[in-house]
């Protein structure tokens, strides 16, 4: 979002009247760039000069309840603040409307609404600290954003996406390879398997055919019954023999047939021998191949599950190679992302580190270093950094601050309890005033 303007925006003077602690404020900013350092005693009105900058630029949104203090005369209270683009915001208080009048101008007497002053606004500028404030997956996504890769976002929920499907198809593979480690050896030796297909097809022929020879031996006697009965009927009826002697000659011929018969299998028979011994034996060997092979099935049961554990195992290897390289190349990405923030780093889930830690842990020195590098790297138009408390920075970090200020074009109005020398605007009872330029030229600026 870039304004009309251009960019590159910053201040070069405040005037307040009657806002919070501050009865007034008359501070011009030689520096366009850089770090401004607010210093005073504490409860001088340091922090209200930074409110009144807020409650200028920001809208009414960033008006605190109370905002005129009770020295104002008639009950009112104003906020005045030039830019370096020539615009002059001004905001006045008054018990009709305690959240101000604003007015936007420009040098040509152009009038402008809040809208043209959110064009220029960047959404960490006033308190950079609020990033810390935000969810980890908005922070990943600002400081994704800030990196050379507009794609990384997206690469990193396609590596995210594998790495999850990685680890759906290693589990069931983890708990077979567990499952199969706890199938324990069996005692003593391994007993060889007994192959018992011939005497069970032996069995099989000699139990048809001794149901076969059951089979003729009730139909010979079914056939004896029968003829006995013929024979009686013809001693009962003798006067019938003539009409039934040709009966009688076939059922003669029926019964010789059937003695033929009888008579055949009977041979057969004979010929087999007794088969009860035989089918006995038989079946106390496939007993005794039964025992053996049920002795045997806990070692089969025991190959399989070596088998299994070895498959598992191995898939679980691929898999958890597969993870490496995708947390290889997540950490590829992230390191090739770009971000311009010093000691930023990710750990292995994607969450943003902080010289090593996580940001949660971060001192107070640090999450303000982070949060001005992360608010100047988001590259607004309103290039200013409100930092409340910077107490916990010492020179060393002031000077960084100051120097990565200047290289993106950025001011840091930074509050600081006075101990080592006076800064740009100086605060002391409820007055803030630029200090002269003799008495900055040695301080941290």
């Known amino acids: 979002m870039s304004s009309t303007n251009g960019k590159g925006v910053t201040i070069v003077r405040v005037d307040v009247e009657n806002f919070h602690r501050l009865r007034l404020a008359e501070a011009g900013i030689e520096k366009p760039t850089g770090l401004i350092r607010i210093t005073g005693n504490k409860g001088q009105g340091k922090s209200s000069l930074l409110r009144a900058v807020k409650a200028a630029l920001g809208g009414a949104g960033e008006v605190l309840p109370r905002a005129v203090n009770d020295e104002s005369e008639d009950g009112s209270g104003q906020v005045r603040i030039e830019l370096t683009n020539g615009i002059t915001v001004t ?6 409307a305690p959240k101000g009048y604003l007015t936007v101008e420009a040098k040509d007497g152009a009038r402008y609404p809040q809208a043209k002053l959110n064009e220029i606004l960047g959404p960490l500028s006033f308190d950079p600290l609020a990033f810390f404030d935000l969810k980890p997956d908005r922070q990943r996504e600002i400081l994704f954003s800030l990196g050379t ?3 990384l976002p997206k690469k990193l929920e396609e590596v995210k996406a594998e790495r999850k499907r990685a680890y759906d198809e290693r589990t069931p593979w983890i708990s077979q ?8 050896r069996p005692e003593g030796e391994r007993p060889e398997p007994v192959d018992v297909s011939a005497e069970m097809e032996r069995l099989r022929v000699l139990r048809l055919k001794v149901d076969s020879i059951q089979v003729t031996r009730d139909e010979i006697a079914e056939l004896d019954r029968q003829a006995s009965a013929h024979e ?8 019938e023999i003539q009409r039934l002697q040709k009966e009688r000659e076939e059922r003669k011929s029926q019964w010789k047939l059937a ?6 299998k009977e041979a057969d028979l004979d010929g087999l021998g007794d ?13 005794e191949a039964d025992a053996v092979n049920e002795a045997l099935e806990p070692w089969k049961t025991y190959g399989r599950a070596r088998e299994s554990e070895k498959e598992a195992k191995a898939k679980v290897e691929e898999l958890t190679n597969e993870i490496g390289s995708l947390d290889v190349r997540e950490r590829d990405l992230l390191t090739k992302a770009g971000i311009p923030i010093p000691g930023l780093t990710f750990d292995t889930d994607g969450s943003p580190l902080l010289n090593g830690r996580p940001l949660e842990i ?10 001005v590098a992360v608010a ?9 950094c409100l930092v409340d408390e910077a107490n916990d920075l010492d020179l060393e970090s002031l000077e960084a601050l100051n120097a990565l200020a200047e290289e993106h074009g950025f001011q840091i109005w930074a509050c600081r309890i006075g101990l080592e020398g006076p800064g740009e605007i100086v605060v002391e009872d409820g007055e803030a005033r630029s200090a002269p330029q003799e008495e900055t030229a040695g301080a941290v600026s």
């Open 149 to 151: 890769d507009p794609d």
């Open 259 to 264: 003695q033929d018969a009888m008579k055949k």
């Open 232 to 239: 009686a009927r013809i001693d009962a009826i003798e006067e």
């Open 275 to 287: 088969p009860t011994e035989e089918i006995a034996g038989i079946e106390a060997r496939i007993s």
């Open 376 to 384: 100047l790297a988001a590259d607004p138009d309103l290039r200013i």
């Open 91 to 96: 905001r006045r208080f008054t018990e009709k």
């Open 177 to 184: 390879q567990r499952r199969a480690s706890q199938v324990s």
């Open 362 to 371: 971060a001192s107070g020195g640090e999450r303000i270093e982070l949060a």
